[in-house]
Nanobody, 125 residues
Framework: QVHLVESGGGLVQAGGSLRLSCAASGRSYAMAWFRQPPGKEREFVAAIVWSAGNTNYADSVKGRFTISRDNAKNTIYLQMNSLKPEDTAVYYC?????????????????????WGQGTQVTVSS
């Protein structure tokens, strides 16, 4: 089955940029990024469908974050620009075999069967 390996987390200053990577050992229909700030619930960040590249973004990251895919490398990325302290969280990569479009279902954690280990992103002010 799909195995996900994340990388790219770290510490950056507010206004800076960071790129997360998630390499998948198997294929899936869609993949996504979620995040969990300290003491808060896990929340949706962005999702992408492998075939057509359709995307979905949380309002809090629109215009700042970009999710993308590299089909040859079987890897997805999250380019994070204009980072804010509120973006500080553990970021998780996830893969789904049940997301058939990029609508509301793609924004829910239970749509995803496989999860990465998480990578810490810390934005200082």
């Amino acid at each position: 089955q799909v195995h996900l390996v994340e990388s790219g987390g770290g510490l950056v200053q507010a206004g800076g940029s960071l790129r997360l990577s998630c390499a998948a050992s198997g294929r899936s229909y869609a993949m996504a990024w979620f995040r969990q700030p300290p003491g808060k619930e896990r929340e949706f960040v962005a999702a992408i469908v492998w075939s057509a590249g359709n995307t979905n973004y949380a309002d809090s990251v629109k215009g700042r974050f970009t999710i993308s895919r590299d089909n040859a490398k079987n890897t997805i990325y999250l380019q994070m620009n204009s980072l804010k302290p509120e973006d500080t969280a553990v970021y998780y990569c996830a893969a789904s075999m049940s997301v058939y479009n990029i609508g509301s279902y793609s924004r829910t954690p239970n749509a995803y069967e496989k999860w990465g280990q998480g990578t810490q992103v810390t934005v200082s002010s």
